[in-house]
């Protein structure tokens, strides 16, 4: 069974790394179209800025006889006279998370958004610049608000789009990101008492909980310089009306299964059609499959322990005394041991232990005696060995 977990683990492995390095490279692919979309918007908005700012020019100096730019006529970008792009009014770009960090930071953040539909806001940039209006939808993914019945922006609609008579200039609702726009609520004035709109610059989240079992999260949004707590909008539930096909709840809540351990809730035959029996990544098994592998691994086991069967007399000989050896255990001193022991002991200590006090009592030769020893082992080293030696070869015959 330890082969089969550890091919289910390589298997794992192996798919994690797929899917990673998929990943990566899906990853780099979209960075590189998104970047290349944000260059190309970039390039026709610098584009069309010039072109705007020519025209104006253009249209001061030839003062009546400037030219009727207000015509069914396309220009260099494809659009007609007073139209942008779809892309450009709904602002299908993708932005980095600084970016989006960016454009709410006056709102609290990109996480804790202080903003909600129903929210009333003032435009503080672009040409509908001091336009209050409600918040209709938020679009989280680009920061940008979608208002009520504001920001109507004329676009060109794709030539595939457009049906025989109609024009392809269409009145769409645009977005706008969230830093052009501020909070609009009313306060009350300390000086004179009354309530009047006050334009909020800055939001920030306080009393922030979570809530792991619906995993939501709420706060409220304060107002820092002031210390005023904003209400959040009213949001007005939704009624839902019953019709005749409808499934009643008391009907969605009935209970008609009962789980019992005396039988399993499906056949056994419908597991193996909800999953593949002969995966690489099937963790349970059968007992009859295990019970098998164990046996296969039993046998395994026992066909390399059959070489030691076939051993020499000698071998045999060797295993049974260290066998016997290891029955013993390790040897114990007895009491006549160590009364011998104590006896060489104790010998060993009279002896001299210094080498002139071995000198003295004769133990060790004297220098003089040393050297002549030496002197007569070289000389007999040196003469010549009597008879034929290994290498000589016999006299001829």
Not at 65 to 81: A, C, E, I, S, T
Not at 149 to 162: C, K, R
Request: a positive charge; charged letters at 30%; glycine letters at 4%.
């Amino acid at each position: 069974m330890d082969k089969l977990l550890r091919r289910v683990r390589m298997a794992e492995g192996q798919v994690a790394r797929r899917k990673k390095r998929e990943e990566h490279i899906s990853h780099r692919i979209e960075l590189a179209k998104n970047r290349k979309e944000k260059v190309v918007a970039r390039r026709n908005a610098s584009e069309q800025l010039g072109a705007a700012i020519k025209t104006r020019h253009e249209d001061w100096e030839m003062g009546s006889l400037r030219p009727n730019r207000d015509v069914g006529k396309v220009d260099k970008f494809g659009n007609y006279w007073g139209t942008i792009s779809a892309q450009q009014a709904l602002l299908q770009l993708d932005i980095t998370d600084e970016q989006r960090e960016a454009r709410a930071a006056w709102a609290g953040g990109a996480t804790n958004l202080c903003l909600a539909p129903g929210d009333r806001v003032v435009v503080i940039e672009g040409p509908y610049k001091g336009k209050i209006a409600d918040i209709d939808k938020i679009k989280r993914d680009i920061m940008a608000l979608e208002l009520v019945n504001a920001l109507q922006v004329n676009t060109q609609i794709p030539d595939f789009m457009v049906s025989k008579g109609e024009t392809p200039v269409q009145v769409m609702q645009g977005v706008i990101p969230i830093s052009a726009v501020r909070l609009v609520h009313p306060l009350k004035d300390p000086a004179t008492g009354k309530w009047r709109d006050v334009v909020i610059r800055e939001l920030k989240p306080v009393s922030i909980k979570h809530d792991r079992p619906t995993r939501s999260t709420s706060f409220a949004r304060l107002v820092p310089g002031l210390n005023v707590r904003i209400p959040w909008p009213k949001v007005v539930r939704p009624t839902f009306e019953d019709h005749p096909v409808d499934t009643l709840r008391i009907d969605v809540e009935e209970r008609t299964f009962v789980p019992t351990l005396l039988r399993p809730p499906i056949p056994e035959t419908v597991i193996d059609e909800l999953r593949n029996r002969y995966s690489i990544f099937r963790t349970r098994h059968t007992p009859e499959y295990i019970a098998k592998k164990e046996a296969e691994e039993a046998e395994k086991k026992a066909r390399k322990k059959s070489p030691d069967s076939m051993l020499t007399p000698v071998q045999e000989l060797n295993r049974q005394l260290r066998a016997q050896r290891r029955e013993r255990g390790q040897p114990q001193l007895t009491d006549e041991m160590l009364e011998k022991i104590g006896q060489v002991m104790a010998r060993n200590l009279e002896r001299p232990t210094t080498f002139a006090a071995a000198r003295a009592a004769g133990v060790v030769r004297s220098d003089k005696r040393l050297s002549a020893l030496q002197a007569a082992v070289e000389q007999i080293s040196l003469e010549p060995a009597q008879g034929p030696t290994a290498t000589d070869h016999p006299p001829p015959s």
